[in-house]
């Protein structure tokens, strides 16, 4: 993938651009050097990572949320620690290698997993939950049927940033905080700001990979620290990937219709090498 036009790479952070998924090719093009605890978390590296398990850091690798980082996370000898627990219950493709008994010790990474199965655990236990682990579950998109049901234990500052929630941010404006907000990714949420910019946290709003066109427009607000980690920075130049399918494709014809057996052939039948 390549970095989008407008950005001047040298203005970008290559710590931070250490946990960009889409970052892998341009670390690599401009030999950026490599920051493996970091790299370890970040799901567009794991491919790269397991050329070399030996740079594979674990605390971080228990952090990543590609599936392909599983078979390595169940290898582990220590995945029974209590705190590598707490990072598989966070997960939506490591839940089911947590203990059910580490649940109740866990109910704020719970609150964070997306996955069908860590909602159904979330709405067995609901009664359990405090305020704080309700804070974390008004943020959580996949739990947005229990959200509505209850209205009155929701906290609307980490509500702002929840995509699947604003229909309910529309129809109460004025209970959005705009730090949260402004990582809102539905599109609604992208409008709503560009009606708003004197409302919007720029920091957090250089990360929305939604915003990027909003980001465009006011190079002079947005956080080049922040717009780091932005996956929407990179694109692929489909241009490019197909002249090079083509030219991949054209030399294998040719390697195969210019074969010397073939050339022979033609030349026996009353061809010449002018012919060629």
């Not at 008004?138 to 049901?149: G, L, R």
């Not at 990179?234 to 030399?251: G, V």
Request: charged fraction near 20%; include cysteine.
């Amino acid at each position: 993938m390549e970095l989008l036009s407008w950005i001047p790479s040298n203005k970008l952070s290559c710590y931070m651009l250490q946990l960009n998924p889409n970052s892998i090719d341009h670390i690599e093009k401009f030999h950026i050097q490599k920051v493996w605890t970091l790299l370890s978390s970040n799901p567009g590296a794991v491919r790269f990572l397991y050329q070399d398990p030996s740079l594979i850091r674990n605390g971080a690798w228990y952090m990543n949320p590609n599936p392909a980082a599983v078979p390595f996370i169940e290898k582990c000898t220590n995945i029974h620690d209590n705190w590598i627990q707490e990072k598989l219950i966070e997960k939506p493709n490591t839940i089911h290698l947590a203990n059910p008994m580490r649940l109740e010790y866990h109910y704020y990474s719970l609150c964070r997993n997306t996955s069908p199965l860590a909602i159904q655990m979330i709405e067995d236990c609901l009664d359990k939950f405090t305020r704080h682990q309700w804070t974390i579950l008004s943020a959580n998109p996949s739990a947005i049927h229990i959200i509505e049901k209850n209205m009155h234990r929701i906290d609307w500052i980490t509500l702002s940033g929840n995509p699947s929630a604003i229909h309910l941010l529309m129809q109460n404006p004025s209970r959005i905080y705009w730090f949260y907000f402004s990582k809102n990714t539905h599109p609604i949420a992208i409008e709503y700001m560009k009606q708003n910019l004197n409302k919007v946290n720029w920091h957090n709003l250089s990360a929305n990979p939604s915003a990027i066109e909003l980001l465009k427009d006011h190079k002079d607000k947005l956080s080049w620290y922040w717009l780091s980690v932005n996956p929407a920075i990179f694109e692929y130049n489909y241009a490019n990937m197909a002249k090079e399918r083509t030219e991949l494709i054209q030399d294998e014809l040719i390697s195969v219709a210019l074969h010397p057996s073939r050339v022979c052939k033609w030349m026996n039948q009353g061809f010449t090498f002018s012919d060629f």
